[in-house]
């Protein structure tokens, strides 16, 4: 997973201020992205960034190399 955006703007009462916001991933596949319109705000809370901005993408993990030591 590739993370392009951390945060989002919302738009709530101090009292609903979210700690977090969640997406289900489950279901995503290499190349499929997570945009701002895919996360689940609670009752009270509006998310007010771009819907169509892109938090994350699925990609292939990459394994770093060990050096060897001499």
Do not use: Y
């Given at each position: ?6 945060s989002?703007?919302?738009s ?24 701002v ?14 819907p169509n901005?892109?938090?994350a ?14």
């Open positions: 997973m590739q993370h392009m955006l951390r989002v703007t919302v709530c009462l101090p009292t609903n201020m979210p700690d977090r916001l969640e997406a289900d991933i489950s279901g995503l596949d290499m190349g499929d992205q997570v945009a319109s895919d996360l689940e705000a609670p009752e009270g809370v509006q998310i007010t960034s771009e901005s892109v938090i993408i699925v990609v292939a993990p990459t394994i770093e190399e060990e050096e060897e030591e001499e």
